[in-house]
């Protein structure tokens, strides 16, 4: 069982940053991406950004520009840096990373709220 645990998000005023963190721990081999997703109330899961092991990224096109990933392997852990933040960027973000065999880990954290104020 692997357990991911976010961090970092607040309330902030439109134009600001914020850094959220997340790490994994428990049964984990190797993880090879890892990713943020976030969703509103009601709203389908939206994957927001990816990096690969070797530190390869990927962005929604929405956060492109704005949104910087990062990771650090010793510690099973994920970084979003998220600056020029809009109203519309408001959500429960979460983390995920991918087993050896490919797949996103079944079980997710409690996500991390990010409030963006106009």
């Known amino acids: 069982q692997v357990q991911l645990v976010e961090s970092g998000g607040g309330l902030v005023q439109a134009g600001g940053s914020l850094r959220l963190s997340c790490t994994a721990s428990?049964?984990?081999?190797?993880?090879?991406?890892m990713g943020w997703y976030r969703r509103a109330p009601g709203k389908q899961r939206e994957l927001v950004a990816t990096?690969?092991?070797?530190?390869?990224?990927n962005y929604a096109d929405s956060v492109k520009g704005r949104f910087a990933i990062s990771r650090d392997n010793a510690k099973n852990a994920v970084y979003l840096q998220m600056n020029s933040l809009k109203p519309e960027d408001t959500d429960v973000y979460y983390c995920?990373?991918?087993?050896?065999?490919?797949?996103?880990?079944?079980?997710w954290g409690q996500g991390t709220q990010v409030t963006v104020s106009s």
């Open positions: 428990g049964s984990i081999f190797s993880i090879n991406d």
């Open positions: 995920n990373g991918k087993s050896p065999f490919g797949l996103w880990f079944a079980s």
């Open positions: 990096i690969t092991r070797d530190g390869s990224t």
